[in-house]
């Protein structure tokens, strides 16, 4: 029993000191998320020192990682005017919190092939171009920054994750008719300022957490329907378009952004409401 005893004690102890390798080692570098993190960074410029093939990923500059299970769960690189693509499935399958802001990333983004447990994605102030397709984001997307770029078309915002509260598209070439009808229940704010964004947009359907809606700086026109905005709002902004007409408001004038040429006042026979009143629409001859 002696013998046993000393014999299974240094076969233990070498035991011990493989497994202290084994998890060292792997707790320097994951390899599918190193390989992936390569080919993201590969056509960038400049590029940190530290992002190498044979750097740990998660010893590279801007890379965090769980402290668990070593994945790469967050990626900052913001405002260090890098030129390169912006390829989505090259993205470490783990990734929930990516801000690339501030940079010079050209290209169409897949948004549909983004990881699946992505949280946040910060693209702003690059300069992407192409059609968003936001119909097909991850479900649990809660902040989708892409305001500053050059991206263009329709955006559909029927289908966005339910989850999803901030949501910046402003300074694009963005066109057509904006869908308020389906946007997600706890949707805070929607930024649409400055781009081509152009007839009615209906009102009557904002999500009741809704604080902020920027449209002002578009081709916006006709006479919106301002009576069942969410009573909770902070900032409705329309500002620098081209509505006409007279509509009634449920929310106060100080939340609303209007045209220089446009009054608010409150509603005398009915004081929870106001009057908000846009220049004449074509036509209109009182």
């Not at 890098?82 to 983004?109: A, C, D, I, R």
């Not at 929607?190 to 999500?207: E, I, K, V």
């Not at 449209?215 to 620098?240: A, E, K, W």
Request: net charge neutral.
């Amino acid at each position: 029993m002696v013998f046993v005893r000393h014999f299974l004690r240094p076969m233990l102890s070498l035991l011990l000191i493989l497994c202290a390798f084994t998890l060292t080692t792997l707790s320097l570098s994951y390899p599918s998320d190193l390989e992936a993190m390569v080919l993201l960074t590969m056509d960038w410029s400049p590029k940190d020192p530290s992002w190498t093939p044979q750097t740990p990923v998660c010893q590279w500059v801007g890379v965090t990682c769980n402290n668990q299970t070593m994945r790469v769960t967050q990626f900052i690189w913001s405002g260090h005017l890098v030129k390169g693509t912006f390829n989505t499935t090259q993205v470490p399958s783990g990734m929930q919190f990516l801000s690339l802001y501030n940079n010079q990333l050209s290209g169409t983004p897949d948004l549909s092939a983004l990881p699946t447990y992505m949280q946040t994605l910060d693209l702003g102030d690059n300069l992407f171009t192409g059609q968003p397709n936001l119909s097909n984001l991850p479900k649990g997307m809660q902040y989708l920054y892409l305001g500053g770029n050059k991206l263009s078309g329709n955006p559909d915002l029927s289908s966005l994750p339910m989850g999803l509260q901030y949501l910046y598209l402003y300074n694009n070439q963005l066109s057509g008719t904006p869908d308020l009808s389906s946007l997600p229940d706890y949707l805070q704010t929607l930024d649409l300022r400055g781009n081509q964004l152009s007839g009615t947009p209906n009102f009557s359907y904002l999500p009741m957490y809704l604080q902020y809606l920027w449209l002002g700086s578009n081709q916006l026109s006709g006479t919106p329907n301002f009576s069942s905005l969410p009573l909770g709002m902070y900032r409705l902004d329309v500002s620098n378009n081209q509505f006409c007409g007279t509509t009634i408001s449920q929310v106060t004038c100080t939340v609303l952004s209007l045209p220089d040429n446009t009054t608010c006042i409150k509603n005398k026979t009915s004081p929870r409401s106001y009057i908000v009143t846009f220049p004449a629409c074509q036509g209109d001859s009182s």
